[in-house]
């Protein structure tokens, strides 16, 4: 049953994907515990309250079971509603500022985050704060994980070659078997990959409203899926922890994007 699943939602196809299956189920089976799912709640909302702007129901152990989760009801528009509306910029900063400090807390603070960025988990209250609803897909980050991803984001790292090599195989996408050509090919692509996606945090102020950065995206997309020589690669690359991380980066800045929000790359700091 889960493999059609995670085929469909992550692309997975091809020898060694076992392990992204085995990940894929364990977060589906996870989303169906709502004991669980409540437990969750209540640590990442508790801790994440510290954030401004952005607000959540709070959760009733007492009053849930392994089929019903009692909550607040909170009152707002979706956000794929919301960003539908003429907003003024000064409030697409504003949600945008809270969601990106919601998510940078959570990855860097708690090695948690939740995993499932789109816009119907998250609501619009009437004085434009963002109300984030939803808790069941939970992704922890190791440290072994969280340690070279994040030091891929610094461009001094992704220049270094020695550096960049080292952690491509922490990663998992380099690995001891590789020849010099995939080797060279796989660096190649990577290189682009993370020059791009991680240009949000070379900056001190982002603006994800900036059509330039989505172009590059687009176009970026455009020359690897017309790459033949990538399909002749056994694409299942990378660490497990990928699929989640890369979903929950993808969303994020999408949500951002629909915003046209400017933000303050390093603001979730003052709040660590």
Known sequence: IVKPIAIRMFNLQGKDSDKYFKEVEHK?????DYILEVAQSKEITDAC???PNINFPNYYADLSSERIITMDWMSGKHLSEFTKTNFEPETGDKLGQALWDFYMYQIHALRKVHADPHPGNFLVSEDHELI???FGCIKEVPDAFYVPYFELADPKNISDDKIFTEKLYQLEILMPTDTQQEITFFKSIFHQLLS???SPFHKKDF???D???WVKIADLGEQFSSDKQIRKMNGNRGSKHFL???RTFFGLYNLLHDLKANIKVDNYKKYL
């Open 211 to 213: 059509e330039v950065f």
């Open 244 to 246: 989640y991380m890369n």
């Open 132 to 134: 984030a609803i939803d």
């Open 28 to 32: 589906l089976v996870e989303e169906t």
């Open 207 to 209: 603006d994800f409203g």
């Open 196 to 198: 791009l996606f991680t």
């Open 49 to 51: 309250r510290v954030i």
